[in-house]
């Protein structure tokens, strides 16, 4: 895949450290010909790589911010695979704003700690509306967990997220599980990531 960046296009280092481990949980966890439904895909780097990387699937990516969607739009323009459909503006917190489903699974990554907890309750309602029975919300993150120590970076980030807005900050997984279960969403699987992160993955029922 080539990784230049095309003009009008943004690029960010921790993507090319995650997206690599963030595949290897995804491709045997999604049915061949799935829809798949990106919420808060920003530079959409994580786009271009999923969608080359699993061309059994339409990939669809969306954010809420506009500046994202064009960043998105300049790498499809560039390199898209032709399973990456045209992006599209999706706010998690504004049911308004989510595409039709079904969807076999709907992605998220770094948007869960990066935005108020509305988003979260939205992203947990849109996946619960969209989702077929058996689809898949993949949630990818630092959290914040009951029985484990959380690491020192981690604490550190969320002092640095609720400093820059103080309706951020890393989740309890708890408190992401309860938000679920009220859409319909089991919680199926945790997956540790490299760098304090997690794979938590929900199965509509
Ligand atoms: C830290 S970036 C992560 C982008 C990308 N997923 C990644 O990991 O590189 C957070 C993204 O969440 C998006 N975002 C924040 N609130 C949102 C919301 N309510 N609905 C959809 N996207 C949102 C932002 O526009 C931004 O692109």
């Not at 699937?57 to 499809?76: H, M």
């Amino acid at each position: 895949m080539n990784d230049a960046v095309p003009p009008g296009a943004r690029t960010s280092p921790a993507t090319a450290r995650n997206r690599q481990p963030i595949l290897e949980v995804l491709e045997p966890r999604l049915t061949g010909g799935a829809r798949v439904l990106e919420v808060a895909s920003g530079a959409g780097e994580h786009a271009m790589f999923l969608a080359a990387h699993l061309p059994g699937v339409i990939w669809q990516p969306t954010d809420r911010d506009w500046e994202a969607i064009a960043s998105i739009s300049a790498w499809r323009a560039a390199a898209g695979p032709p399973n990456l459909a045209t992006p599209v503006r999706l706010d998690a917190a504004d049911q308004s704003t989510w595409p039709k489903g079904p969807f076999g699974a709907v992605v998220c990554i770094n948007m869960v700690h990066i935005s108020p907890w509305a988003a979260t309750r939205g992203l947990m309602e849109g996946a619960g509306r969209v989702l077929k029975p058996g689809g898949k919300l993949f949630l990818y993150g630092p959290y914040l967990e009951a029985q484990v120590e959380t690491a020192a970076s981690n604490l550190a980030f969320d002092e640095s997220l609720k400093n820059r807005d103080p309706d951020w900050g890393l989740r309890h997984v708890a408190d992401v599980r309860a938000e679920a279960a009220r859409r319909g969403l089991r919680f199926a699987e945790r997956a540790p990531m490299p760098a304090n992160n997690l794979i938590l993955v929900f199965e509509k029922t």
